[in-house]
């Protein structure tokens, strides 16, 4: 255990002398300031890191994760990286990214009590409800699964765009564009679901705010 952790900290030795090597100033112009075009909202799990599937560097994306890479308006959390991230770094793009195989879907779709995680599992199974005619028809437990994690996703998408936080930068014209990804852990490429919201218009007009 000792020697794993502290393989830890030799790693970020040996990373902090590669970049150097690269760019003597690399941390100089990182430390200055971030301007990321993107917000990136995932799943906790820790095989799915945005910088490396997207093959991009510190600095370019702003991240939120939590379990299943849910928009929950109650969490003031994840509102306050939207908030963040809309309002002071002015991002053009929001990615909600789920992947298949995810484990809060699957704990979702069972009957089981887990504890305290019940209660946010409880938001998927929401998202099940809303599509249990599709979902139920698929008689295979891994495409059914599979599925949902594609619904959920688009799911959360709706929900950022339901947010004063999204409406209001519409209103001031910020261009900002929100999207549902799904990455695949058995190949590593990412699927885009087309789910691609530009302004109030492509809401439902009962969650259009004046």
């Known amino acids: 255990m000792e020697k794993s952790y502290n ?3 030799e790693n970020n030795r040996k990373w902090v002398a590669d970049q150097l090597s690269l760019d ?3 941390f100089q112009k990182l430390a200055n300031s971030q301007h990321p075009e993107y917000l990136w909202i995932g799943c906790s799990d820790s095989r799915v890191p945005a910088n490396q599937i997207t093959g991009t560097l510190p600095g370019d994306i702003f991240v939120h994760r939590n379990i ?3 928009v929950i308006h109650s969490d003031m959390n994840m509102l306050s990286v939207l908030s963040y991230a809309v309002e002071v770094l002015k991002v ?3 990615i909600v990214c789920g992947h298949y195989g995810c484990g809060g879907v699957l704990a979702a779709m069972e009957n089981k009590q887990f504890g305290l995680i019940d209660n946010w599992l409880r938001h998927i199974k929401d998202v099940y409800r809303l599509h249990f005619k599709e979902l139920d028809a698929l008689k295979d437990t891994k ?3 599979d599925r949902l994690v594609e619904l959920n996703v688009i799911e ?3 929900d950022l765009g339901k947010t004063s ?3 209001n930068a519409w209103k001031r014209e910020q261009p900002l564009h929100l999207h549902g990804w799904v990455y695949d852990v058995k190949d590593g490429l990412i699927k885009d679901l087309g789910v691609n919201f530009k302004g109030t218009n492509d809401l439902h007009s009962v969650f259009h705010l004046d």
């Open 143 to 145: 495409l059914r699964a």
């Open 24 to 26: 003597p100033t690399y």
């Open 7 to 9: 393989q830890l900290l």
């Open 156 to 158: 959360q998408v709706q």
């Open 92 to 94: 053009k793009h929001i």
């Open 68 to 70: 299943a890479n849910m």
């Open 165 to 167: 936080i999204v409406q």
